[in-house]
């Protein structure tokens, strides 16, 4: 099994960063990908940003070149640093892994995180 465990989730005001953590732990796969999502009140999950082992990343068009994506191998840990905030980017956010290429789907993951709770206030 794998366990995603994430953190770095607050309340900051527009314009502002905020930086998300996820450690994973438990079995690991040579060939998979994670992804960031996220999901607000009333709306279904989407993606938010995503990368596979070979280093490929991919962002939603709402948060390129504000979002990004990065990870320390060494910690186990992928991070999601958050620019110029938006009231909008409001959501809990999640990070998620597959087996297999990144996908926007986020029924096709199966490894999940708790959430944390991102809050831009206007």
């Known amino acids: 099994q794998v366990q995603l465990v994430e953190s770095g989730g607050g309340l900051v005001q527009a314009g502002g960063s905020l930086r998300l953590s996820c450690a994973a732990s438990?079995?690991?796969?040579?060939?998979?990908?994670m992804g960031w999502f996220r999901q607000a009140p009333g709306q279904e999950r989407e993606f938010v940003a995503g990368?596979?082992?070979?280093?490929?990343?991919s962002y939603a068009d709402s948060v390129k070149g504000r979002f990004t994506i990065s990870r320390d191998s060494a910690k186990n840990t992928v991070y999601l640093q958050m620019n110029s905030l938006k009231h909008e980017d409001t959501a809990v956010y999640y990070c998620?892994?597959?087996?297999?290429?990144?996908?926007?789907?986020?029924?096709?993951?199966?490894?999940w995180g708790q959430g944390t709770q991102v809050t831009v206030s206007s």
């Open positions: 998620a892994l597959r087996v297999g290429r990144l996908v926007v789907d986020a029924t096709q993951y199966v490894y």
């Open positions: 438990g079995r690991t796969f040579s060939n998979s990908a």
């Open positions: 990368f596979t082992r070979s280093g490929i990343n």
